[in-house]
């Protein structure tokens, strides 16, 4: 079992930049891949970014690439999700998930998921 909590989404202007982060309890964390996901109101939970349990691999969303960047840190059991360049269209809630799949995109195929935080960004 993994529990995870997000925290860092808040208001920020077009153009900004924000750093989500999203810790982990429990002893399993490293064993896990990360995914970060977002939803808008009115619209279907959409792959962000991944990352393997290693931190060797990371995977994107096309809308995404060249301005999110995904992280993590084993020891202290937390992935980051650092978003710059950010616009209108990045508003959602992002959450974070773990999963035993490597580089996985789809919701169903993660296992566990925090609450979500609310990334507002304004033009």
Do not use: H
Request: charge should be positive; include cysteine; hydrophobic fraction near 30%.
């Amino acid at each position: 079992q993994v529990q995870l909590v997000e925290s860092g989404g808040g208001l920020v202007q077009a153009g900004g930049s924000l750093r989500l982060s999203c810790a982990a309890s429990g002893r399993t964390f490293s064993s896990y891949n990360m995914g970060w996901f977002r939803q808008a109101p009115g619209k279907e939970r959409e792959f962000v970014a991944a990352i393997s349990w290693s931190g060797g691999s990371t995977y994107y969303a096309d809308s995404v690439k060249d301005r999110f960047t995904i992280s993590r840190d084993n020891t202290k059991k937390t992935v980051y999700l650092q978003m710059n360049s950010l616009k209108p269209e990045d508003t959602a809630v992002y959450y974070c998930a773990a999963s035993f799949r490597s580089l996985a995109t789809k919701p169903g195929e993660y296992d566990y998921w925090g609450q979500g935080t609310q990334v507002t960004v304004s033009s």
